[in-house]
């Protein structure tokens, strides 16, 4: 089993920055990779950014490119989701989640390749 823990939701105004956190713990050799989705009130989960765990490759919705950046901490287990410039409309709970297995940054585009999740963190941006 992976345990995830996501912290640094908050709230912030449009044009602003937020840096959330998902430390993982228990069998994280098992990762194979990360990713960050949110859900937004009467929406379906959306994919954010994804991350391969060993080699690092990213993958990003086309909505946050140039915006938002995902990175890893392999020593720390920690993943990280730094959000500049956000919008009023990305207002949600964000979720962080990890994968096992044979993995290509496509498939961690999609929700149904993770095993296991965070319990979601709240990121609110006023207009």
């Known amino acids: 089993q992976v345990q995830l823990v996501e912290s640094g939701g908050g709230l912030t105004q449009a044009g602003g920055s937020l840096r959330l956190s998902c430390a993982a713990s228990?069998?994280?050799?098992?990762?194979?990779?990360m990713g960050w989705f949110r859900q937004a009130p009467g929406k379906e989960r959306q994919f954010v950014a994804a991350i391969t765990w060993i080699s690092g490759t990213t993958t990003y919705a086309d909505s946050v490119k140039g915006r938002f950046t995902i990175s890893r901490d392999n020593a720390k287990n920690t993943l990280y989701l730094q959000m500049n410039s956000l919008k009023s409309e990305e207002t949600a709970v964000y979720y962080c989640?990890?994968?096992?297995?044979?993995?290509?940054?496509?498939?961690?585009?999609?929700?149904?390749?993770?095993?296991?999740w965070g319990q979601g963190t709240q990121v609110t941006v006023s207009s």
């Open positions: 989640a990890a994968a096992r297995g044979v993995v290509t940054t496509a498939d961690l585009a999609t929700a149904p390749t993770y095993e296991y």
């Open positions: 228990g069998r994280t050799f098992r990762i194979s990779g």
